[in-house]
Structure formats: structure tokens, C-alpha cells
């Protein structure tokens, strides 16, 4: 595996809150006046915050009671809330200084040389009452540095007028705002200290950039209403500070409290917060660390927003506060996790844009229930993710958290507190698209492709598979035309499949992969296809052009295992989680990666809603499960002394039963017409069987058996053949214990193994006989076909994932192009009489489809046998392994049919072979060959493979 690098910055930047990413901060900077949030959140939705209201109102500073009003009224002059002035009992008049002249309110002479004087004019300034003087800021602040506070908190957007003058509150009992009960008791018992918005010594800047609560005396004005907060208790504090809180939205966010409303804001490097809604504009108190807070004096929370400024951006951002809201994630989801039987998990998990209490944003859920804590970190927030905890869901194990203002194309991953403390940057294990390798950061994406592939996908399911033709092309894609994006993939390979006339293509693995060399076998993103090639979006694209040209898609599937990368599911949430607990069952051998532990609901319902996710989201039309056998067995790979046996003291990792028994199920009962293979080696019994009748319910198994043992007969010398006859002929002895494909793949042209042409003795000529001889031999055998891209024209060189096939010798001007044309050319004549021969395909796995007419001529090298469709109509097959042509050769056949044709000879010329062909039909004589009572006498042409069927009178 090679170095990767983070996908965060080395050197963090201030957050932007805005959601908007850093490109999106000059927009969203200006906003002088910001229009006001609705009154309330849907009817559907309310906000957590409402509940009992406060306390009757106690006596203001001055002895006059204030008359409560609703949050929001717009009943005073400038759109300041109702009640906002002192004085007056309910309904009852406004003084004479009220309803006199409209000048500015200035301090008492009572609060000294440093008495503040609101400033007319000041951009959103509202109705202001001067502040206590310093011997009444609460006892734990005296003494310390002041800190200069915003002037007023607007009630509008312009400037106030008509304010009236009044004695100075004190510091405990601010004046009421909104008509919210004056004078209230405070959150705690505890007085908080009185600070600036700004914070350390910085005066608070209103939006537009102007300074607004800074007076010549330098005094230190209190918005008027807005009491503080009590103070954060310190073990709070430091779990929220420190990414360890399991439910921040108990301490952020707007809360009723005794005497009004608490909001408390967590914005680290923040200078100031403000709270903005409609009829509301008020500066909340700095508490330091980057939290802000404040009580106002209202019944009920309002649908706010938040205007936050930094050193660098003093004109500040708007944002939605995402402690404001509800969660995201409902019930029934967090019931199906609990129960491990969520089947389309992909859409509770991961990152969704979505629009929740009216606000566009995005909600990140993440399983990790050995997490002290969660954070969120991105591009949104300068990968910082201090300010964003998110809150644990019950005893689930999920996090969530909604972030307003992120939307498609944001970067983002989790950042977690280990049960030591310790934390660690991760990935998002259900991200459905990610950063192109090398980088690894997950990416929010929702689909907005249109597929056009119904007609396809209303058909599919029409025959059986182990019934219908079936011949794959396995590509990988990003060598098959190295340097193709997805879209243009699908400009060229349907039509080039199309052409050769395979029936599927079979990708290896497209889940996201960090290292190319795995060729993709080594998955940290199993919901994201790769990045290198496009988006999630492109490669629909591709799927949905491959089914419009008539072509299946089958993906190589890896549940087996999964890479040790550190910033992946390798010990997630800082004990074993995805892999299993036990280091020895965890540790896979062979490719130094860990194996999925199987008997954890969770972690099954992750594969199992993978695999459902790849046919329902994609179209994938099958799934071609990689490496099964080191599932099955628990002491795969493993010498004695290595594993522990099972509760029945057997080898078999009963668990991973289990899981593709339901795995195959659940794929087969929600998406009709896909089939699941799978590439198991050895001989467990049932691989094919029903689940219902104790199999584990694959549709078809890779024959690894007939590959091996077929590719070892044809690599040796024809004169030593006869030797090795078996190995040719073992296979029919198991043919129908499983629905089976004969696969000719890509781990059979790699790593030493050579070509397929280059394992074929002989010259040049000989090794391109051998080569179709062998292809013709395969295509008439019971089962399917999968055949690696690069040996459909015999490329001579192993396959590398560097530069893919060979494509240069397919070049007219090279001079031995028909010499690999014309393979290319037999491959497309294979798949063309192939598909239009039901008896070649129809009854692969019934016994009653094949019957040898001589296995047994080992000094001949001659194999001929015979295939039965449903209606019974024959085909006869003969391969001569020998480079010297047979005259006369006879075979028997059976005796309803009088004349027989030659459909297919891989020997003709314009395949490149030396044109020994039977142009004429031929006759059956009544001559008794090989236990029939009819035969045929044909010339067996050299190193090659004829097919013959019925010839019509």
C-alpha cells in the first residue's frame, strides 16, 4: 500500500459557518439588514426549544411592571418588539418622554465618566438602555480587564428613533425585551460573568461593517433584554470543548429557562454572535473558547439565525444555528439499525442533502457506538470540526447531526473520540461518492441522473439465468481504455460488447479503492463507486447506456474483507467494530487486510444493504461475490494451532453462512432478475442451493475446478496430451452439482500465469489454433462463459493495470493484425451462434442437456459430445487437440437426424486458421459408431474445434 495523503489542509483556517465552503464566504459576507426567519417552525416539526413558558413578570428596575407580548410583535415604531420600551403596565399609555421627540437615549449621569451613550444612526441599532455601572457587573468579573459590549440589540432593520431616557438596570435585572417578563431569575443560581460579545477586549461589530456600542466614555453598554447566561458547568464544558459530549444539543441551541429563552452558540475564533429573527436582533455574550450565550426574555424560542464575525470577516455571516433543530433521522431507521434489518440502510446513514423544518441543508449520520464523541469536519468549517458535535441517537450506536447550508459537492469526515479519549479522522464508511485517490475525504452527493432503461429493466427477469444465454466480457475499467471518464466509457464499450456479442459485461470491483493496484479488490468506500472515473451520477450514465444497448452489468462484490488504512474502518471508532473482536479470526492471512465479523448484526446489515444497494441505486444486474471460500472457512490459509473451531467443533465459520444465506435472500427478493455468483474454490456442497433447502442461495459458482484443470491439459504439448486426457473430460463428473460458469479471468493472465495464447505450446500459428480450439471447446461446454478483455484477439502479453489490453495489434499497419482480428473475429462468430442455439445454453444444469459421444479417445486427442435443448434439437461438438487433420474421422450420432451442417469451425481462414473446412452438409449413414445406430465420417481439421447442428431438408 503507498502513503496517501490527508485530504484536510496542513494548517487550519478560520471556519466559515456559513455552510457555503471557503469559495462562498464573499457572498455570503454583506448583508447589511438580514431578512428576517419565519415566526415559527412547521406545525410538524416544533422547535425543541418551546415549552413551558416563564414565570409572571417580576418588578423591573424601576418598580413598573411590562406586559408580556409574543415573541416577534411588530407593534413598535422601527419594527421593535412590543413592550420594548419601560414603563406601563399593560395597555395602559406610553410615558410623555415615549411619545415626545424621537432623540437619542444617553447614559445616566449615575453611571460616571464611563456611562455609554447609544450612538444614532448606528447600522440595525435598536431601542438601548445604558449599562450598570462596574461595581454592579456580578462579583466573579470585578476586578478583571472590561470588556466593551454592543450597544443595543435592533429591533429592525434601521436605525431607532424616539427612545426615552431611563435610570440604568441593573446588572442582574436587565429591561425586558419583546414584553418577556423583566427582571426574571437568572439560568442558575450562579451569576454569570458579564462579557463582551466580542470577547477579549474587542468591540462587537454590527453588520455593514460599522461599529456600533463603542462610546467616547469607552463604557460597557448591555443590549437591552438580553440577560446572561448562567455558566456552562465545567464538566460540560470540557466534554463539549473536547469532541467528547454524547448530546451537545442539550447545552446548544435555544432552551427555556427560567426568565426567558438560553441560546448558547459554540463558535470557536469567532469575535462576536449575533441572533437575528424577525423583530430580533441581539448580541450574545462571549463565555470564551468560542462560546456565546445569552437569555432572552421570551415565551417561546423564535426561528432564528445567527450572524457570526471573525478577525479576518468583521461584516460577518449569516447561518441557521444547527442546534436549533430537531433530529433528522427518524424512528422507524433507528429501530431497523438497532435490529440490524435495515435493508436500504445507504438512505438513513452517510450525508443527504435534504430540507428539514424548512431549511436546505445536509444531515450526517454515522454508526460508532464505542464513540465517547462525533464531530463533523470539512470544507465548510476549515476541517475544523470544534463547532459541530453531534449528538449520539439512544443505545443505536448513531450520531447525527443537521448542518443548514451545505449542500452537494462539500467535503467532509468524521471526527471521532475514541473510548480512551484519543481521537481519530475518518472517512464516512456509507459516503456514496468520495475524492479521487490519493485523497480520501467523503464527498455529499445526492443522484439527479434519469434512467432510460425501463424497457431493459421490465425483461431481465423474464427467463432464469442458469436458462438464458450468458456470455461475459470481464473489463476493468479504468485500464480497458486507460484515461476514459465514465461517459465516454459508455460511448465506446456497449458498442464495442455489443459487437462482439456477449451478452454481460462484468466489472471488477468499482467501490472506491485507495490503491490502483488492488485492482479494486481492497474497498473503503463499499457505497461509492470510484472517483477516478466521474461521479455516481457518470457511472449510471455508463450502466444505463450498457442496458439500452442490450448488455447486462454484473460487479465484482468484496465482502471478504477490507484494507488496515487508518483513516477507514480498520478499528473505526477505536476498538474492533467492523472486524471481528477475536485478532486471529480478524487477521486475514494472505493479504495482510481484516476479515468482516459476520456475527455482528450491524456489521451485516452494512454488506447485506451494500449489495442491495449496488442493484437498486446502479441497476447492477449481478454480483459476482470475490473470494467466498475465505468466508467459509475458518481455517483458511490458516496452519493448525491459527484458528479456533466453530460451536460444533467443526472448520466452518458458521456466521458467514449466515450472512450470505441472507445476503442472497434478501438480493433475490428485492431486485428481480439479478443473479449473484459467487468465486468459491473448493467443494462446500450447496453453494447453488436454494437458501430455503440449507444452501447458501448464489445463482451461479465460478468453476474454478474446469479452469484449472482445462488450462492445465492445453499448456502441454500436444504428443503428451494423451497423458492428460482427464483432466479434460473430470469435469462432467460434477458439471450439475452447481449452476456453474466457466470462467476465463483476469487472475488467470497476471502474475507469471501469461496470456491465455502464450500458455499455448507450439509456433505462433499453433499457439493461435490452440487458442481457438480451446475457445470453441469452452463455449460448447454446459455452463456459461466469462472470457478477460485482451483475449478476445489473443494478446500475447500478460495483462498489466498500468496500460490494459493491447490495443496496437488491432492496428491495421501492424503486420500480424489478422492474425489477432481473426480471434477477435471467431469471439463475435462464438457468441453469435451461440446465443441463436438454444441447446448450447438452455439446459446447462440439467443432465439430460449433454451426453459424450467419445470421451474417451486420449490417443486421438479428439473430444465430441453432444448438447440438447428443451425440445430436444441436438448439437455436435468435436475439438481436435492434435495438429494433424483427421480424415474420415467417424462419430455417431443419433439417428432422428438425417443431415448435419458445420455451424462453426475455428480452423477457417478468415480466423486466421488453414481453411479445412466441410462447406457441404453431411449425411448420416446407418452405420453403428460408438453405441448409436447412425454416424458420420468428417475431416477433423488441426487444432481445432467444429460444431455441428440439424440441417434443414
Known sequence: MTPRRSSAPRTPRLPDPSGAGPTAAPAASAAAAPAPAPDTAPDTAPDPAEGTAPSAPESAADGERTAPAAAGDEGTPGGAPHGASSGGAAGARKPPAARRGRKRATADPAAGAQGPKATEGAPGAGDVTAAAPLADVPPQTQGAEPHPAPAAVAAGTGPARGASRRAPARAAEPAALGGAPAGAA?????????????GGGRT?????????????????????????????????????????????HAVLGAHTVRGGIRIRVLRPHATAVTVLAKGLRTELNDEGDGLFSGVLPLRTAPAYHLLVTYPDHPE???????????????????????????????????????????????????????AQGVRVAGDFNYWD???????????????????????????????????????????????????????NASVVT?????????????????????????????????????????????????????????????????????????????VTGFYAPTARMGTPDDFRHLVDSLHRAGIGVLVDWVPAHFPRDDWALAEFDGRPLYEHGDPARAAHPDWGTLEFDYGRKEVRNFLVANAVYWCEEFHIDGLRVDAVASMLYLDYSREDGQ???????????????????????????????????????????????????????????????????????????????????????????????????????????????????????GDWWQQRANHRAYLGFMWAHPG????????????????????????????????????????????????????????????????????????????????????????????????????????????????????????????????????????????????????????IALALPPLATVWLAPARM
Open 186 to 198: 437568572a439560568e442558575t443560581d450562579a451569576p454569570a460573568r458579564q462579557t463582551s460579545a466580542g
Open 204 to 248: 462587537g461589530t454590527a453588520p455593514g461593517g460599522g461599529r456600533a456600542g463603542r462610546t467616547p466614555g469607552g463604557g460597557t453598554p448591555r443590549p437591552r433584554g438580553l440577560r446572561a447566561a448562567g455558566p456552562l458547568g465545567e464538566e460540560d464544558r470540557g466534554r463539549l470543548l473536547s469532541g467528547c459530549h454524547h448530546d451537545p
Open 316 to 370: 460577518g455571516f449569516e447561518t441557521e444555528d444547527p442546534y436549533r433543530f430537531l433530529p433528522a433521522l427518524g424512528d422507524l431507521d433507528l429501530h431497523l439499525i438497532g435490529e440490524g434489518r435495515h435493508e436500504q440502510l445507504w438512505t438513513a446513514l452517510g450525508a443527504h442533502p435534504i430540507t428539514h423544518q424548512g431549511v436546505s441543508g445536509t444531515r450526517f449520520t454515522l454508526w460508532a457506538p464505542d
Open 385 to 439: 470540526g470544534t463547532g459541530f458535535p453531534m449528538r449520539s441517537l439512544g443505545a443505536t450506536g448513531v450520531w447525527e447531526l443537521f448542518v443548514p447550508g451545505v449542500g452537494e459537492g462539500a467535503l467532509y469526515k468524521f471526527d471521532i473520540a475514541r473510548p480512551d479519549g484519543s481521537h481519530t479522522v475518518r472517512a464516512d464508511p456509507m459516503a456514496r461518492r468520495t475524492e479521487v485517490p490519493p485523497a
Open 446 to 522: 445526492a443522484s439527479h441522473h434519469t434512467w432510460q432503461d425501463g424497457e431493459w429493466m421490465a425483461r431481465r427477469g423474464e427467463r432464469p439465468v442458469h436458462e438464458a444465454p450468458f456470455s461475459v466480457y470481464e473489463v476493468h475499467l479504468p485500464s480497458w481504455r486507460p484515461g476514459l471518464s465514465y461517459r465516454q466509457l459508455a460511448e465506446q464499450l456497449p458498442r464495442y460488447v455489443r459487437d462482439l456479442g456477449f451478452t454481460h459485461v462484468e466489472f471488477m470491483p468499482v467501490a472506491e479503492h485507495p490503491f490502483g493496484g488492488s485492482w479494486g479488490y481492497q
Open 643 to 761: 484458528w479456533s473451531p466453530n460451536e460444533f467443533g467443526g472448520r466452518e465459520n458458521l456466521d458467514a453462512v449466515s450472512f450470505l444465506q441472507e445476503m442472497n435472500a434478501t438480493v433475490y427478493r428485492r431486485c428481480p432478475g439479478v443473479v449473484t455468483i459467487a468465486e468459491e474454490s473448493t467443494a462446500w456442497d450447496g453453494v447453488t442451493r436454494p437458501t430455503h433447502h440449507g444452501g447458501l442461495g448464489f445463482g451461479l459458482k465460478w468453476n474454478m475446478g474446469w479452469m484449472h484443470d482445462s488450462l492445465g491439459y492445453v499448456e502441454h504439448e500436444p504428443v503428451h496430451r494423451k497423458y492428460h486426457h482427464n483432466e479434460m473430460t473430470f469435469s462432467m463428473v460434477y458439471a450439475y452439482s452447481e449452476n456453474y460458469v466457466l470462467p476465463i479471468s483476469h487472475d488467470e493472465v497476471v502474475h507469471g500465469k501469461r496470456a491465455l495464447v502464450a500458455k499455448m505450446p
Open 784 to 935: 456459461k462463459q466469462l472470457l478477460f478483455m485482451g483475449q478476445e484477439f489473443a494478446q500475447g502479453a500478460e495483462w498489466s493495470e498500468g496500460h490494459g489490453p493491447d490495443w496496437w495489434l488491432l492496428d491495421p499497419s501492424y503486420a500480424a493484425e489478422p492474425d489477432h482480428r481473426g480471434v477477435r473475429d471467431l469471439v463475435r462468430e462464438l457468441n453469435a451462434v451461440y446465443g441463436s442455439t438454444p441447446a448450447l445454453w438452455e439446459r446447462d444444469t440439467a443432465p439430460e442437456g449433454f451426453s459424450w459421444v467419445d470421451g474417451g479417445a486420449a490417443e486421438d486427442n479428439v473430444f465430441s459430445f453432444l448438447r440438447f435443448g428443451a425440445s430436444g434439437e441436438p448439437l455436435l461438438a468435436v475439438t481436435n487437440f492434435s495438429p494433424v487433420v483427421r480424415h474420415g474421422y467417424r462419430l455417431g450420432v443419433p439417428e432422428s437426424v438425417p443431415l448435419w451442417r458445420e455451424v462453426l469451425n475455428t480452423d477457417e481462414e478468415r480466423f486466421g486458421g488453414s481453411g479445412v473446412v466441410c462447406g457441404e452438409p453431411v449425411k448420416a449413414e446407418p452405420v453403428e459408431s460408438h453405441g448409436r445406430g447412425a454416424s
